[in-house]
């Protein structure tokens, strides 16, 4: 077989050729570095689509006050948080990215939220990207939207995180931030940055309401109750391992049996075939949000594979998943002592709370219909920038404070004499409680356990088991402690938690008045700390698609992925386009170049529409 | 926080106005940096938390005047009976926040006219889905409101399973806490286990209350989750059936060592894995089973210990059952395990004789080893309703007993045929009983009981539905089954009044069941012993002039006429003040209405 003829074409293409001549080029930057004037953005990273907003201040040229979504390259406010590596080992991010998925050289990332504060690699190409890195790779995308747009480059960021991410998954997102060249004044909870866009549009008073979020990959509840300009998080619970794309599975679940029964799929490579089942799966939930039944269709090397999912079967397969939703409803309602008939609405933010199964759940949940007035996929990331309006004590902003909650229990390790005068150790003594208000300052004392005791070792845990085996370990601080009989040297254990999350240990021995102090740092930190500046500059290192090139380069995977999914005689019609389109952006002919663009995309529509069979 | 310093950290004067401290609270946390200054942030709190509970609790006290105003006096103050306490993390006092664990009925406590809560009215008009459970209702002590045959579910299981659908949740849950309530008077010896019919039909209550939860607002199912939780917990063993499915739909497993467990799901899943690990254990294969068969194989005189089983093993599953599941070790001969625990050198020297005896006992211990292994094998003794073919002459034995029992109820002249043009369903209910005690071996004698009772139970209801004259007629009957009963035992009393179950060992005088049978006969003769209508909760006020005719008839204190009227105090004063209630109102000629109310709801 011929060498694939698209791959032939890819070629760097002069950046000027396709700039667009009302975005700024350097002198900007100048100007905006000349001034002295930081910029902070908000951003919300998802685990399927990330977007970054603006806080305008009244006094700008605008006119009204509010926070505002960028659009990227592309003009959608939306950009997939994927990432993909091209054979020349240039990094795309985005709809291309996402496109070239199912591709046989694809090598993309997507949901790598969900890898977040754990060690995992994703190999892509010949590199190996660890969550953080491939987040930071967004963040740097969104950044680069911002400056094309305004003209500014941003030097600060508000990130959101799901409300239930632990220390780890929050210390790592902002490294990635800071990988990204961004200073990341704030992290906050996803629900509250979207309960902040809720509560901003009308800025009344509220009694309790509860955000329901639902994202991609993770699941988050609070409750906010909002009086005088005070928007207070009274409990938030969630569950960081359920999302949108666990619906996706269900839908593969559902469909694989019917769908492929020659085993078609077995015989193409493993990532190739999920990443085609998860997209057709993707576009089998939009359809069944719109109808009773829908077309599960994947086309492997020219066959086309399909079945037809009804609502009832979705409903069955997913019914573990919807399960999933009450419990942490329960806890937060039972946490902030708050009745679920008395709250005043249900809003409904993540892009998974627009399916019909996830609507019909709430509905029952509550005995009443749920509060859509926030756009799900845009509020978290207005929230986030008005959030950083409020850093930044912007205009039109001065009047309103947030106080939020921590949601998981924090303490320390303690062991214990039993009944029959055994030790038991690797018990959880939790000393701040979860859905306290923060920042929060806490103190418990402990004491020695054995005569003649030299040290006692604090380690520091974070979870709600009562054995610490079932809990994320954040850090240990090892005091040392004058010999004495057991139980004689005290302890004072203090934790200061900030309203950014960052938890500080002190420890005092009251006995010497030795203070220690620990600002917890995990093994990854310390590590990350000392070639985070390494790292950075490799990310920086890497060749980026210039964003001005994006739509081509969307184009261009598009065509890419039908040139791979047909065979025969569209194949060629498809390479034939390819071809021109290629050539004309050799020509650097802005005409030209759009014509070509239009052409080929006429094609792709229409061959994505209707699907020969 | 005190609450004078909570105006002075507000910067306000005393107010009950909650938006003022609201404001008050504002302004102060816009003045403050909190990241900088964490304590004085936590103490901003307390003060608005400790102001806001003051204020509502002004609120409160204000609504309970007004309230007390709005009554007439001459009436009796009764406490009402306590809410089952919450196992949960206790709320703060004055919040009004223990909604979790209160039943929308307890907006009646604190209100002085209320004297009798015997499932209150206000309950009644809002039981919706989301209040459907009411743990508070549950155990409430003399609901009327459950009007249900007690055993008219072998019937719908077996037979007609959508028949669910028209019973209620709440009428479940209380039919479900009257099958685990222990038989009064056992309850030192612990729960008896459920029988055959019964856990039948408390799994399909069961089955009904999880359907329902699953299909239900939020708080419904957190009120379902505690209540079933507390319900199972209290009434273990004999719940023991009950909880895997309970605990497969409220996910009490995942809940299992996280700090914040509720007391009563911790009970319950150490209870669930102990029963796995008997499960278990009691398969030949497992490597501790022939030590788990010679600890509870019931000593004898002289008994040794088995020799074909390692000490080791007898070591490992002493100390694993009293180190994860101390509840198992009830199951342990006490014998055993202390020859067990003896250091073995006791034993040691003793000569030909004591070896001798030791295989002598190992013969014994075999041969129930065998006899162990085979009960195993042999098939529980799950109820089976058998559908074997009758003989002629059985058939006409059963039918023989069901005349009987129809003539012990109703009289000589009411036939099954005629029963059976008159009242179907119930004609049906008898027979289908009766199929069901045949198979249980159950005698006639508590068959024609269980009879007796249902038709009691659809006289009653009747009664409450119609009202008027024949409500007076059926309470004095039931006042004499009372005093039948109380001449049993307090406890039989008690049993009759909350199960609606009479003893078997009541001697009932030939008068009152004369009187019952008039009536029962009467009912039926105009078709109206159907299925008992759904009755709903109701108050009443007792008047103090019939209170202190109660104090006089019964010759107990006003507090404890008050405690019994209100479900408190001991069965024999509760017995004793019902029955004086009904006898002092049926004579008492007051107003027909307020007789009616009181009568409804004894």
Known sequence: MAPTPVARYRRPVAPEALRLPRRGGLTHHAKARGMGRRMLIGIDLGTTNSAVALWHSAEGANGEAGARLVPNALGAVLTPSAVSVLPDGTTLVGAAALERMSLKDGATATS?????????????????????????????????????????????????????????????????????????????????????????QDKAEREPFLVFDLGGGTFDVSIVEMFEGIVEVRASAGDNRLGGDDFNTALVLAARGRLDPEGLLGKVEDRRSQALLAQAAERTKRALSEGQEAEFAVTVDGTRLSTTITTTEFESQADGLVRRLRDPVVRALRDSQIDAASLSEIVLVGGATRMPIVRKAITRLFGRFPNSSVHPDHAVALGAAIQGGLIARNGGLEEIRITDVCPFTLGIETAERTARGGIQSGLFSPIIERNTPVPVSRMGSFSTMADNQKQIDVTIYQGEAREVSGNVLLGTLKVPVPPKPEGEVGIDVRFSYDSSGLLEVDVEVPLTGAMHNLVIIDEEDRKAASDLAARRKALAALKHHPREEAANQLLLARAERAYEEFLGDIRAVVGDRTRLFVAALDTQDPRRIADAAAALAELLDLLEANPPL | MILTQAWTVLGMTKTPDAGAIRRAYAERLKAMDVDRDVDGYARLREARDAALRWARMQAERAEQVRDAEAHPRDVASVDVPPDYAPAGPAPSPGESSNWLYAAPAAKGEGDPSLTTRLGTADAA???????????????????????????????????????????????????????????????????????????????????????????????????ADNWLARTLADAWPRSAPLLEPAAAVFGWESERGQVSERGAVAFLNARLRSMRFREKVQDPRHPLHKAWVELTTPAQQGSRKGWLVKRADVEKLLEGVRKNFPELEHHFDAWRVSLWEKPSGLQVGQGWWSNTRLIIFAIILLVQVLRFAFDDRTPSSAPELARTELSAAQTAQEQQIVARTISRVFGSEISFEGLQSLQPDLAALLAANRTIARSQGESEEAYAAKVHDLVRERMYATALGDKGQLLAEVQAVRAGLLRAAQKRSPAACMAFLRTRRMDTNVIVPAAVLEAERKIAVRLLDVRKLGPPARIAPGSASVPGLLIEQVMDRTGLPGDRVRRAIGGKGSDADQCAVTIALIDATLSWKGPPKDREAILSVL
Do not use: C
């Open chain 1, 112 to 200: 790598f939220k969900r890898l977040m504060g754990t060690d995992r690699k994703v190999r892509l190409g010949r590199k190996d990207f660890s969550a953080e890195e491939l987040s930071a790779l967004v963040l740097m995308a969104l950044r680069d939207d911002v400056e094309a747009h305004t003209g500014m480059r941003p030097t600060e960021a508000v990130i959101t995180v799901p409300a239930y991410f632990n220390d780890r998954q929050r210390k790592a997102t902002r490294r990635a931030g800071e990988l990204a060249g961004l200073t990341v004044r704030r992290l906050i909870n996803e629900p509250t940055a979207a309960a902040l866009a809720f509560g901003l």
């Open chain 2, 125 to 223: 008009g809002k039981r919706d889905v989301a209040s459907g459970f009411a743990p508070a209702q549950a155990p409430a002590t003399q609901a009327i409101a459950v009007a249900q045959d007690p055993f008219a579910r072998p019937v719908l299981l077996g037979l007609e399973p959508t028949a669910d659908a028209v019973m209620p949740a709440w009428a479940h849950e209380e039919a479900l806490h009257r099958l685990l309530e222990a038989e009064v008077g056992d309850a030192e010896d612990g729960l008896p286990p459920l029988e055959g019919w019964e856990e039948a039909m408390a799994l399909g209550h069961l089955k009904a209350i999880l359907r329902n939860a699953e299909s239900s607002s939020v708080t419904a199912f957190d009120a």
